[in-house]
C-alpha cells in the first residue's frame, strides 16, 4: 500500500508560479513511477507530467512543456511539480499518482487507469 499525501496548491494570477509536493508513506517510494495528474469540473483527468524510477525520464503533456517541472527526491519520498506562467487555463484539482510498473510508459503514462495509488488532491485556481 501506498499513501500519497499533496500540498502547495492555492490561488495565484496568471503568470505567477506554484510548487506541489506530494509525500509518498507506506512502502518503497523509489522503486514507484509517479506522475501528477489534473482535472477541471466536468473534464476528464488529464495526464500533466510523468517520471521514472530513478528520475531519468521524464515527460509532459504538451500544454505544460517548457513552464512545468516533475521532480523527485527518493531519499525525502516527496515528489515535486514546480509550475511557473500559470494560465487560467491551469485551473483544477491536482494529483499525484503512483504506479509499481508501467508497461511501454514512455506511450502510456497519461493513462489513469495505469495507476494503483492516488492522493486526495489539492487545489490551483489561477485568476486573469
Known amino acids: 500500500q501506498v499513501q500519497l499525501v499533496e500540498s502547495g496548491g492555492g490561488s495565484v494570477q496568471a503568470g505567477g508560479s506554484l510548487r506541489l509536493s506530494c509525500v509518498a508513506s507506506?512502502?518503497?517510494?523509489?522503486?514507484?513511477?509517479m506522475a501528477w495528474f489534473r482535472q477541471a469540473p466536468g473534464e476528464d483527468r488529464e495526464g500533466v507530467a510523468f517520471?521514472?524510477?530513478?528520475?531519468?525520464?521524464?515527460y509532459y503533456a504538451d500544454s505544460v512543456k517548457g513552464r512545468f517541472t516533475i521532480s523527485r527526491d527518493n531519499a525525502k519520498n516527496t515528489l515535486y511539480l514546480e509550475m511557473n506562467s500559470l494560465k487560467p487555463e491551469d485551473t483544477a484539482m491536482y494529483y499525484c499518482?503512483?504506479?509499481?510498473?508501467?508497461?511501454?510508459?514512455?506511450?502510456?503514462?497519461?493513462?489513469?487507469?495505469?495507476?494503483?495509488?492516488w492522493g486526495q488532491g489539492t487545489q490551483v485556481t489561477v485568476s486573469r
Open positions: 499518482a503512483a504506479a509499481p510498473y508501467i508497461p511501454s510508459f514512455d506511450r502510456t503514462w497519461r493513462r489513469p487507469e495505469m495507476y494503483a495509488y
Open positions: 507506506g512502502t518503497d517510494y523509489s522503486s514507484y513511477y
Open positions: 517520471i521514472s524510477t530513478g528520475g531519468g525520464a521524464t
